[in-house]
């Protein structure tokens, strides 16, 4: 069977809460390899919420689709504050990245209560900003940026995250909206551990399936070497 862009892979899925700091619920759903332990843990951050972003947004969800069955990897995707999709709403309203510092927080405390292992963060245009302002804990191990716009998060971040000396991948669109390739790099260049990705002819949105494959493929890579590249057909 080819996978498609409608393909669901089996794995074990559950809907979660996560409980912040400030006293929020927020709705979201762990996916987990069917018959194994995840390698590595998925904690996705999604765009805009004010544009359409949420949990749902079509990466994150073809990641829970897909990787836990070709990757062995958990896949943890919630919606931040005041968002809501299929799965519901979560409680509280858009605080324009600030008060998102606590939704990340209990995200990563979900993960430590589950054991799940070696978290990376996966952020998704704002969601990059989330990551890269609020995703320096030691838990932890790296993060991947999808057209990161480089607005909320500033210069300041960036150093934080040198200091901070974890991996940090960008994947750039070659027809961005917001940042292009040329000036990812120079503002990325500021983090030495950093590698930007320029993906010739996607856009922001990375829409049709052949750009799913290579951020799919371009997560795993880092995440999980072992099961790189991911297959085509199951």
């Known amino acids: 069977m080819d996978i498609r862009a409608s393909t669901v892979l089996p794995a074990r899925r559950e ?3 996560l409980h912040t700091a ?14 194994r332990p995840p390698v590595a843990t998925l904690v996705c ?41 299929e799965r519901g709403t979560s409680e509280g309203t858009f605080d ?11 995200a990563l405390e979900f993960v430590e209560f589950r054991d799940l292992p070696r978290p990376w963060l996966l952020g998704w245009s704002f969601g990059t900003e989330l990551a890269l302002k ?36 960008a994947l750039v669109p070659e027809l961005d909206d917001f940042l292009r390739p040329d000036e990812a790099r120079k503002r990325f260049a500021r983090v030495p551990q950093c590698e930007v990705v320029a993906v010739e002819r996607a856009k922001h949105l990375w829409v049709g399936e052949p750009y799913v494959r290579i951020v799919l493929n371009e997560i795993v890579r880092r995440v999980n070497p072992a099961a790189h590249p991911l297959p085509t057909e199951v």
């Open 45 to 85: 951050l999604h765009p805009l919420p004010t544009a359409g972003g949420m949990m749902d947004s079509h990466v994150l969800r073809k990641a829970s689709y897909r990787l836990p069955a070709l990757a062995d990897l958990a896949v943890l995707r919630f919606n931040t504050r005041g968002t809501s999709s």
């Open 134 to 169: 609020w995703g320096r804990d030691p838990l932890v191990e790296g993060a991947i940026l999808l057209s990161p716009p480089l607005r909320r998060a500033t210069d300041a971040d960036l150093d934080a995250w040198t200091e901070f000396g974890r991996p940090l991948v």
């Open 22 to 35: 400030d006293g929020l619920t927020l709705v979201g759903e762990l996916a987990l390899p069917e018959e």
């Open 15 to 17: 809907p979660i809460e």
């Open 96 to 106: 324009e990245g600030e008060g998102e510092r606590y939704d990340v927080a209990a």
